[in-house]
């Protein structure tokens, strides 16, 4: 920080008066007093995100939001809609796959949706921070309500009017009026305050019988609603400086986490489609059907963040949706395929404790939004590899993470039954617990494909081919 000051100067108060030509007009020795001014220059470097700050309101980035809790029940039932979400896969169906050709089909698919969206569902537009002024997303009290704007607006106007007031008399009156409505308002407010928090009450009271409505609403009061929701526009450097260039900031992060999810493994396995022999297996390489995706996507949840195509999964619970995504995942099951779209994902950054650095990017845990027609896509492929898996007995016992109807909670239970045990007995335990760091962002999925190639199953080639070519924002 001490090198954006220079030129530090000190210059004394007789100086100052002999620069006036004050001698000789007062008595010095009486009235001089014994400070001295500091006087400098401070050189101030604004980055670039501090320039986009200024920007017009016209040229702010803007995000269209839709209402997806009100779908009509003509969604994507005119004709218009029906004969061209045909037509496009149609053509696909009845001609040779190819990756150019299965990218054009999917990005009409979902221009044709997002078409429908636009003329069936009503939406707002919402604009974006830029990352560096926070104020546009700050949520306003809860307890708030138009009265106490109301109220509020006469105790600013009426404290205009007494401090524009000249006459003496009328200001004490003036005066008096303000002091008046501040105190109205003061009661307004203490009387919302506490009807709201006596509605919070009686909420989580009625909901004790709902464990999941009951925490959802304890998240959204006290501390953990104060948490810091948005990301700083600096990075700590190499070199242990702070930035808060934006170019610095992007390219930091994007370095970062680039290396992270590129890292070079040390191991030689190589899988590759002419090294596998394919076998076909009646359940897992069929054609996948209308039931498959449907219990899939029952099992979806609403409300979720939709990804880079921007499809939220409640619009595809329709039956018209439901035959146009079987249709599309057998094109890409039989071709071992995938559009180039469900390739990209979104990385959301979500810190992983209020103690690390918000500066450094790898303190933040990346949650990346894929396409929701990918992740339906991807259940239906581990669903019948799951069956698979369990029906021949490949996995071993012991794993419970990942796997339908187990938890890693009770390894804890069976831990805690171990120790508790021994101790009744006297004897002693040893227990180590192992955290690799980025277990998920650095595991060689190599090694992963190398165990499942004594299957020897054509399903392992498509999943195999999906991932070779993902990216993220």
Not at 261 to 280: A, K, P
Not at 345 to 356: A, E, R, V, Y
């Amino acid at each position: 920080m001490l090198d954006i000051f220079n030129k530090f100067k000190v210059t004394r108060t007789s100086l100052i008066i002999e620069q006036i030509c004050a001698n000789g007009k007062f008595d010095l020795q009486k009235i001089i007093p014994d400070h001295s001014l500091l006087t400098w220059e401070i050189t101030l470097k604004f980055s670039q995100s501090n320039k986009n700050a200024a920007q017009p309101k016209n040229n702010r980035k803007t995000k269209t939001k839709y209402d997806i809790k009100n779908i009509p029940e003509d969604w994507l039932s005119s004709e218009s809609a029906l004969n061209d979400i045909n037509i496009i896969i149609q053509n696909l169906e009845i001609s040779n796959v190819t990756q150019d050709k299965i990218n054009n089909m999917y990005d009409a698919f979902v221009n044709v949706i997002k078409t429908e969206m636009s003329t069936k569902l009503s939406s707002k537009v919402i604009v974006l921070s830029d990352g560096v002024n926070n104020k546009r997303r700050r949520c306003k009290k809860p307890w708030w309500s138009e009265e106490l704007t109301e109220l509020w607006n006469d105790v600013c106007a009426s404290e205009k009017i007494w401090i524009k007031c000249k006459i003496q008399n009328q200001k004490k009156f003036f005066r008096q009026v303000f002091v008046n409505k501040r105190k109205l308002f003061d009661k307004a407010v203490q009387k919302a305050k506490r009807q709201y928090w006596y509605s919070m009450q009686e909420e989580l009271s009625n909901s004790c019988g709902n464990p999941k409505e009951f925490w959802r609403k304890i998240g959204k009061i006290g501390v953990g609603s104060e948490c810091q929701n948005y990301i700083p526009m600096e990075v700590k450097l190499d070199n242990g400086q702070i930035s808060s260039d934006k170019d610095e900031v992007l390219n930091k992060w994007k370095c970062d986490f680039s290396n992270m999810f590129n890292r070079n493994d040390d191991s030689d396995v190589n899988i590759c489609e002419n090294d596998v022999d394919v076998l076909y297996d009646d359940m897992l390489d069929c054609e996948i059907s209308v039931e498959e995706v449907f219990n899939v996507l029952k099992c979806s949840k609403n409300g979720k963040s939709p990804g880079y195509d921007e499809i939220p999964v409640e619009l595809y619970k329709n039956q018209t949706m439901l035959n146009a995504l079987t249709r599309v995942f057998n094109i890409c099951f039989d071709s071992g395929k995938v559009p180039a779209m469900w390739s990209k994902g979104i990385i959301t950054p979500i810190p992983k404790n209020s103690t690390s650095d918000p500066r450094d990017p790898l303190s933040y845990r990346g949650i990346t939004l894929a396409p929701v027609s990918y992740k339906l896509y991807c259940g239906v492929l581990n669903s019948r590899l799951t069956y698979k898996l369990d029906d021949i007995d490949f996995l071993c016992d012991e794993q419970n993470g990942f796997r339908k109807g187990r938890s890693t909670v009770d390894h804890l239970s069976t831990l805690s039954t171990i120790i508790e045990t021994r101790k009744l007995r006297k004897q002693s335990t040893y227990v180590a617990f192992i955290d690799f760091k980025k277990a998920y962002d650095w595991i060689n999925r190599n090694l992963l494909f190398c165990k499942l190639k004594t299957l020897e199953l054509f399903v392992l080639i498509v999943i195999h081919g999906q991932l070779n070519d993902q990216t993220d924002k």
